[in-house]
Structure formats: structure tokens, C-alpha cells
């Protein structure tokens, strides 16, 4: 009988998501207050829970234990050096985004009682740079995790989180924002950078 061993592309997967979730926890450490209003309801705690199965809890198991093992694929080096490339830029503009959300970063759909609008650094170019370097971090995840089902499971939850979860936060922030995140909006990708708008 075959029992998986952490090959490289695994091992690296593994450093990477310790990263993760280290930048994860010293920023969540900074941010911890009491919250004005909340629209965390059981639909959205359910879709941090998936997206948290799909990035890190799925992916982390599978590479360490003989499981789903009828869905592994081949590793070849391309995508082992193209999956640590991507991890990479996903962490850094992971660290970025909560560096530049500062305490305006939330797990779930909350604002504090003095909320301010964030719109430069990471959030000059796109709306919502979090989610986009989840789908950074996605990519190299589907790269280095050599299983079909592991390796897909974050960029599938992760979509499934912006599918449900956008339209509702930013109708959230057009409540407490108005015309400033509508033009916000206007002005700024959601996750890809538009070409700006010239003056006329
Ligand atoms: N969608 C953003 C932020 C994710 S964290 C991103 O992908 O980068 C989710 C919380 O961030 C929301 O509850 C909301 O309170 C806050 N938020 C989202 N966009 C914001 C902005 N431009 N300025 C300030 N807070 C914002």
C-alpha cells in the first residue's frame, strides 16, 4: 500500500498556509473591538466556515493523510513553481489589503461605530483585494496540491463567498456611505484595476 509522504510542492502548501494564517491572526489580534452594526447571520458564518474547509482544513488533511486519494493528480515541476509563485503574491496582497483595512477589517459583515471608508493603498486600485488574493492564493493552492478535490476546494468557496457575500457588503456600505462608495464604485474595480477615468 501507497502512504502518501508530504512531497515538496505538499510541504511548501503547508508553510504557506502557516503564513496565512499567522498575518491572519496578528491583524484579527489588532482589530479586536466591539462592533456597531452587524449583518453576520448564520448564512454568512456558514460561508467562513466553508471557505476556512476549503483553504486550509481540506487541503492541509489531504496532503498529509491517505485520503481521497482516488482523486491525486501529477505534480509536475511547472506547477509547483508556478503555485509557490502565486502563493507568494496572494500572502503579499493578503498582508497588504488588512494592512491597508487597518481596524475596517471584519471575518464577516460588520462596521464599527465610527467606520471609516478605505479607498488608497490596495483599495485604490480594486474594491476588494482580500477576495482577490483569496483567488491568488486559490490558484497556487489548485498548483501545489496535487488532488483534484483539495486543490480546487478554496478557489470553489472562495467564489461562492464573493457570489453570496459582495452584494451584500457592499449594500452595506452604500447604507452607511451613500454617494461615497457609490462613487466609490464607480471609479474603482471590484477586482480587477479599470482603467481610470480621465477628467472630460
Ligand atoms: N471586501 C474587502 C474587505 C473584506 S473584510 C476586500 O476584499 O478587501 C470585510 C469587511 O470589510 C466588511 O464587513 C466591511 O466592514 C469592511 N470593508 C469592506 N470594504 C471596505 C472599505 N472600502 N473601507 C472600509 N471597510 C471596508
Known amino acids: 500500500m501507497h502512504l502518501p509522504h508530504p512531497s515538496f510542492a505538499a510541504t511548501l502548501f503547508l508553510v504557506f ?4 494564517l499567522a498575518i491572519r491572526g496578528v491583524f ?3 482589530t479586536r473591538r466591539a462592533k456597531a452594526v452587524s449583518r453576520a447571520d448564520l448564512r454568512d458564518r456558514l460561508l467562513i466556515l466553508l471557505v476556512g474547509a476549503g483553504q ?6 489531504v496532503v498529509t493523510q491517505p485520503v481521497l486519494a482516488f482523486a491525486s493528480r501529477p505534480q509536475p515541476d511547472a506547477c ?8 507568494l503574491a496572494g500572502l503579499r496582497l493578503f498582508w497588504r489589503s488588512h494592512a491597508d483595512l487597518g481596524e475596517s477589517w471584519s471575518v464577516t459583515l460588520e462596521l464599527n461605530a465610527d467606520h471609516r471608508l478605505v479607498t488608497e493603498g490596495a483599495y485604490r486600485h480594486v ?3 482580500m477576495y482577490a488574493s483569496f483567488l491568488v492564493l486559490g490558484t497556487g493552492q489548485a498548483l501545489l496540491v496535487a488532488n483534484w478535490i483539495a486543490g480546487l476546494a478554496g478557489l470553489a468557496a472562495v467564489a461562492l463567498l464573493m457570489a453570496v457575500r459582495l452584494p451584500r457588503e457592499e449594500a452595506m456600505m452604500i447604507d452607511r456611505f451613500g454617494d461615497q462608495y457609490r462613487d466609490y464604485r464607480r471609479r474603482v474595480g471590484a477586482i480587477l484595476p479599470r482603467r481610470r477615468l480621465r477628467a472630460a
Not at 486550509?56 to 488533511?61: D, K, M, S, Y
Request: proline share 8%; with cysteine.
Open 127 to 129: 474594491r476588494h483585494p
Open 17 to 20: 498556509t502557516a503564513a496565512y
Open 28 to 30: 484579527a489580534r489588532r
Open 80 to 87: 509547483t513553481l508556478f503555485g509557490a509563485v502565486a502563493m
Open 56 to 61: 486550509v482544513a481540506l487541503p492541509c488533511i
